[in-house]
């Protein structure tokens, strides 16, 4: 089975700290993303990656920055929190070839104090 | 990108058939038709996709109008298990990486013991 793992379910930080969020997938998969999701806006795409060192913007990449340094991770950074980043994050991995099924992790729940 | 429009909540007892309508009157002819879902406290599961002609797996089957500007979503015996928020996706079939998925609010399906 495919596994997304996500570095922490929950986190708690203070406004202006740096926060890293990590994503690991054991699938050797070439895509990998970043959404968060908020009640009454559904899911929406932060970043994303299609390989090794190369990144492109989402839809709200605004005040985030990603590092995929390997190909099972892909880290999720937010330079300065603010209390408007408080939200649950997934990430999700896709395959090169069968692109069908995005495979997603359980989601980090931050709150930014 | 093509928009889908879900009812907000549906609501099935459990053993009994749940059919989960989608309405994509902008579809394009290159669109395939996703359906994930997310189970509570976790991150979204691939469920069924499809592009023209009816297509069943383990979970579910998925129904597309002849005119592909609605589907179902068909759960043959819904258990409590699949008390969840359904998504509804319309996905291009892009020739770059991105293969990003746009999720809207969805249907938050209750079943009843």
């Known amino acids: 089975d495919v596994k997304v793992t996500q570095s922490s379910r929950y986190l708690v930080k203070r406004t202006g700290e740096k926060v890293f969020l990590e994503c690991v997938q054991d699938?050797?998969?070439?895509?990998m993303f970043w959404y968060r999701q908020d009640p009454g806006l559904g899911l929406r795409l932060i970043y994303f990656s299609y390989d090794v060192k190369m990144k492109e913007k989402g839809d709200i990449p605004e005040g985030y920055s990603v590092s995929r340094e390997k190909k099972e991770r892909f880290s999720l950074i937010l330079e300065s929190a603010s209390t408007n980043q408080t939200s649950m994050y997934l990430c999700?991995?896709?395959?090169?070839?069968?692109?069908?099924?995005?495979?997603f992790g359980p989601g980090t729940r931050l709150t930014v104090l | 990108d093509a928009k889908t429009t879900q009812p907000n909540s549906m609501e099935s007892n459990e053993e009994e058939p749940v059919h989960l309508p989608c309405n994509h009157s902008t579809i394009s002819g290159t669109d395939y038709i996703h359906w994930y879902r997310q189970l509570p406290s976790q991150g979204p599961e691939y469920v069924i996709h499809?592009?023209?002609s009816n297509v069943n797996n383990r979970m579910a089957s998925l129904a597309i109008a002849e005119d592909r500007k609605s589907s179902t979503l068909i759960l043959h015996r819904a258990t409590l298990r699949d008390a969840a928020v359904y998504y509804c996706i319309l996905r291009g079939y892009l020739m770059d990486s991105s293969y990003k998925l746009i999720f809207g609010s969805g249907t938050r399906l209750l079943v009843r013991p």
């Open positions: 999700a991995s896709t395959s090169g070839t069968r692109r069908d099924t995005q495979y």
């Open positions: 499809g592009l023209t």
């Open positions: 699938m050797d998969h070439e895509n």
